[in-house]
């Protein structure tokens, strides 16, 4: 035990209070994260959409996300992390409120769109934050600290919101939006006045102003970002249907699955990465992490009981761990602190793009060919992107 509350201790020590801090934040903000993992199965058993509205309805989210996360990071450049992150987190906050009147089709997809570019433009601003108020040392592990923070919220989220679920689902947005307006109350006050550090470029090759849209090989690896994040993805838009629909699970039952991941990741992320540290290349964390996700999918065909779904979930979290971290590690290394928040956005774009083509390719597919279909090619689609990691990671890092 002494040794397990020693290593546990190492991990999360030599990080600085404002990362501390922004990790609070973001737990704050995600743990009323509640109306994305139950979107789906709102939208058509409470309003009565068809599944392919629930499918444009959820592509829109990715539409906003997309235009969202390019606004932040274009803002975060000339602004500045704290202006785009507070007007995020109080705008978004407020609008929430606002979708519990929308009820109808039309409404609806402009009060998604909407919501999701006031939402997301946290994101590049928030992780330009990340490193800035991290030392260069300790990068990743801040990364994964805000990533623990995030997926600790994340836990609570969906198992409150299954429960709130029960009585309403409006009772989802209300949390949302309250959750969001104080993590902007906090940050607000505690960061107002804050310094941080400045992470040099570790490329030889380029300018610190170069833009990322004219970095092919980062540009190549924000597209296997985005097809990664398509697979992953499946966890929060048709899962739960398919948790629902085969399973036959009630919104409890689904609420603990979506929160099993985000206690997996909450234990183990910070102290994996700890323990690997600068052990094992980039490439093959990554590239593990996909080999893990693409195991997650043919789990689901290949065997079946509700064992399998706590298996699927856990391999699904474990890609989590291996690939994402080191995805936003590499991104910072490659930008400087003049171009970070538009490296940032490029790689959010990535999240963003596989927001919309996610919920649509996975509707679509089960609709058509049904949830087998989906999962076989989920997991092609997770080998094929290992591969191209393995050859474009081992690239950007030969250039470091």
């Not at 990071?73 to 602004?79: A, K, N, S, V």
């Not at 699904?316 to 956005?345: D, K």
Request: overall charge positive.
């Amino acid at each position: 035990m002494k040794r397990i509350l020693a290593l546990y201790g190492n991990a999360y020590g030599g990080l600085s209070r404002e990362a501390w801090f922004l990790a609070a934040v973001m737990f704050i903000n995600r743990s009323g994260a509640m109306v994305v993992p139950f979107l789906s199965v709102y939208l058509t058993e409470s309003l009565g959409f068809t599944l392919k509205q629930a499918g444009i309805l959820l592509s829109l989210f990715g539409v906003g996300s997309m235009c969202g996360t390019f606004l932040g990071g274009w803002l975060t450049d000339r602004i500045g992390h704290f202006k785009v992150q507070l007007g995020s987190l109080v705008m978004g906050g407020l609008w929430f409120f606002v979708m519990i009147q929308l009820d109808t089709f039309a409404l609806f997809a402009i009060g998604i769109f909407l919501l999701s570019v006031m939402t997301e433009c946290l994101r590049p601003a928030n992780a330009s934050s990340v490193s800035h108020y991290a030392s260069p040392e300790n990068v990743t592990r801040a990364f994964s600290l805000n990533r623990m923070a995030i997926n600790l919220g994340f836990s609570i989220g969906p198992a409150l919101g299954g429960l709130l679920a029960t009585i309403s689902y409006q009772f989802l947005f209300m949390a949302d939006g309250f959750t969001c307006l104080a993590a902007g109350a906090l940050f607000y006050f505690y960061f107002r006045n804050k310094t941080g550090h400045t992470i040099p470029p570790k490329t030889k090759d380029k300018a610190p102003s170069k833009s990322p849209y004219q970095d092919w090989l980062f540009v190549l690896f924000a597209v296997l970002c985005c097809l990664f994040a398509i697979c992953f993805m499946q966890f929060f838009s048709t899962m739960p249907l398919y948790f629902r629909q085969v399973y036959r699970l009630s919104e409890l039952e689904i609420g603990a699955l979506l929160a099993f991941n985000g206690l997996i990741v909450f234990f183990v992320e910070m102290v994996l990465v700890y323990l690997l540290g600068d052990k094992v290349s980039l490439w093959k964390l990554i590239v593990f992490g996909l080999f893990l996700l693409a195991a997650a999918f043919v789990f689901l065909n290949v065997f079946f009981g509700f064992w399998v779904l706590i298996v699927s979930v856990l391999l699904m979290s474990l890609a989590e761990i291996f690939a994402m971290p080191y995805m936003s590690t590499l991104t910072v290394q490659r930008s400087g602190p003049q171009n970070r928040g538009s490296y940032m956005a490029l790689y959010s774009l990535s999240y963003s793009a596989a927001h919309i083509v996610a919920p649509y390719v996975g509707t679509t597919v089960i609709a058509n060919h049904g949830f087998a279909t989906l999962w076989w090619g989920a997991s092609v689609v997770c080998l094929a992107t290992a591969v191209g990691f393995y050859f474009i990671v081992r690239r950007l890092t030969a250039l470091a």
